[in-house]
C-alpha cells in the first residue's frame, strides 16, 4: 500500500498559477522594516483594533483598510496595515498576526512561532504612542 | 527573507503544503487557500530557519494549524465533489484515482498523519510533533487507517 499512496499522492499537484501569484505578491512588496519587538507591533494593532472597531461600528460594519503609523522610542516607526471584516477579527499586513477581542474584552494576539506553534498573548499592559491613524474605505 | 530565497521555499514546498492542507480540509479551493496563507505567513516570519527541513516542519505545521482553524471556522463551506477533483488529476490509472478517493473518505484525523508517514517519511514521533499528538495516538490512527483502506481496496475488489 506504501508504495501506491507514495505514487498517487506524488500525482497531486497545487496550481503553479497559484504558486506564482503568492510569488509575484512577495516580489512586488517594498523590503519592510524590522519590527524591533513584535509586541510593539502587537500594541500597535490593539490601539488600531480599538480605533477600527469604533469605526467599523459607525460604518454599519462595511469593510476598511486602516493604516496606523507609531513613534517608538522617539526614532523608530512602524506602519501596520490591516482588514477589519466582522469587527471582531484584524489581520496584520500580509496576515502573520492576528488580534482578536479576548472573552473579558482585552485584545489578544495570536502568532506563529519558530516551531510553527500558534500563540496566543494578552497585550493590554503595553502603552504606546500613535501618530497617525486613518480609515480608508475599500 | 529574500524574495529569492522565499521563491525557492515556495516552489519546492508549494506541493507539499497543498498536500496537507488539501488531506486537512479535503476540498481543492480551500486547500489552495491555505497554501497561500501558509507561504505568505513564511515570507513575513522572522525565525533563523537552522535549515531547510526546519523550514519545511515550520510549513506542515503552520499548514496543519490553519486547516483546523478553516474547518472550525464558518468559512469551511465550500464543497466540491471529490469525484470531481480526481478527474482533474493526472492519475495514472483508474486504481489511482479510486485509492485516492478511499484515501479521502477517511476521517480527517487519519488522513493527515497518514500523509505524514507515508509520503513525507516522517517518523511516528515528528508526526506526533508536527500534529500535536501523543505517539500512542498517532500509531493507533496509522493503523486504523491502514486497516480501513485495506477493507475498502478489498471490497472494491470484490464488488468489481
Known amino acids: 500500500m506504501e508504495e501506491k499512496y507514495k505514487k498517487m499522492f506524488s500525482r497531486v499537484k497545487a496550481s503553479p498559477e497559484k504558486i506564482q501569484e503568492v510569488i509575484a505578491m512577495t516580489e512586488s512588496r517594498k523590503p519592510r522594516r524590522i519590527v524591533r519587538n513584535l509586541l510593539v507591533t502587537a500594541a500597535i494593532m490593539a490601539l488600531a483594533v480599538l480605533t477600527a472597531m469604533g469605526a467599523n461600528a459607525a460604518s454599519g460594519g462595511e469593510l476598511f483598510t486602516y493604516v496606523v503609523s507609531c513613534t517608538f522610542n522617539g526614532q523608530d516607526s512602524e506602519t501596520v496595515e490591516y482588514h477589519l471584516d466582522s469587527g471582531d477579527v484584524v489581520k496584520g499586513g500580509l496576515g502573520s498576526y492576528v488580534v482578536i477581542e479576548g472573552e473579558d474584552g482585552k485584545a489578544v494576539i495570536t502568532y506563529t512561532d519558530g516551531d510553527g506553534n500558534e500563540v496566543s498573548n494578552s497585550i493590554d499592559a503595553f502603552s504606546f504612542e500613535a501618530k497617525t491613524a486613518k480609515a480608508v474605505t475599500e | ?160
Not at chain 2, 525557492?8 to 476540498?27: E, F, I, P, Q, S
Not at chain 2, 515570507?43 to 483546523?68: C, M, P, Q
Not at chain 2, 463551506?77 to 484515482?97: C, H, I, M, N, Q
Not at chain 2, 505517539?135 to 480501513?148: C, F, G, I, W, Y
Request: proline share 2%; hydrophobic share 35%.
Open chain 2, 1 to 160: 527573507m529574500t524574495a529569492e530565497e522565499f521563491a525557492g521555499y515556495a516552489k519546492r514546498y508549494g506541493d507539499t503544503v497543498y498536500r496537507v492542507a488539501l488531506n486537512c480540509c479535503k476540498n481543492a479551493a480551500d486547500a489552495e487557500d491555505i497554501m497561500q496563507t501558509v507561504l505568505l505567513k513564511l515570507y513575513r516570519e522572522k525565525t533563523e530557519f537552522d535549515s531547510e527541513e526546519h523550514v519545511k516542519r515550520w510549513l506542515i505545521r503552520v499548514a496543519v494549524n490553519e486547516g483546523r482553524k478553516l474547518r472550525s471556522s464558518g468559512w469551511f463551506k465550500r464543497r466540491a465533489s471529490l469525484e470531481e477533483y480526481a478527474g482533474t488529476v493526472d492519475f495514472e490509472s483508474p486504481e489511482e484515482s479510486e485509492l485516492f478517493i478511499i484515501v479521502m473518505a477517511l476521517p480527517e484525523k487519519y488522513r493527515v498523519p497518514l500523509y505524514l508517514y507515508y509520503y513525507e517519511d516522517y517518523t511516528i514521533k515528528e508526526v506526533a510533533a508536527l500534529c500535536k499528538l501523543k505517539e500512542s495516538t498517532v500509531q493507533t490512527r496509522l493503523q486504523r487507517a491502514r486497516e480501513r483502506v485495506k477493507k475498502a481496496l478489498t471490497k472494491q475488489e470484490e464488488d468489481s
